[in-house]
Nanobody
């Protein structure tokens, strides 16, 4: 079992920045690939970014890859996953979820076994 807790959400103006953190409760978080999804009311959960357990491979959604707006990273010693979000746009508004599973492909597909409760990000124009 992996218990994930997100933090760092909030409200910012367009062009601003936020840093989301996901903290895992178990000490073997370094064995899991992990990532971020987001969801807005009435829409399906959308992939944002993911990385493998060692941090050697990162993948991003096209919507955030442009201009390197988002950066995913992890600190396995702290059992944490981070999403640095810069140059935020109103379209980035949503609830952001942390997720983890053994395989990166499973994480990026949205079929992970483990999910956090989410943290709200609101970007005003």
């Amino acid at each position: 079992q992996v218990h994930l807790v997100e933090s760092g959400g909030g409200m910012v103006q367009a062009g601003g920045s936020l840093t989301l953190t996901c903290t895992a409760s178990n000490d073997n978080f370094d064995l899991y690939a992990s990532g971020w999804f987001r969801q807005t009311p009435g829409r399906e959960r959308e992939f944002v970014a993911a990385m493998n357990w060692i941090g050697s491979r990162r993948i991003y959604a096209d919507s955030v890859k442009n201009k390197d707006r988002f950066t995913i990273s992890r600190d396995n010693d702290m059992n944490q996953l981070t999403l640095q979000m810069d140059n935020l746009e109103p379209g980035d508004t949503g609830v952001y979820f942390c997720t983890a599973d053994e395989e990166l492909a499973v994480v990026s597909s949205g079929r992970s076994a483990y999910w956090g409760q989410g943290t709200q990000v609101t970007v005003s124009s």
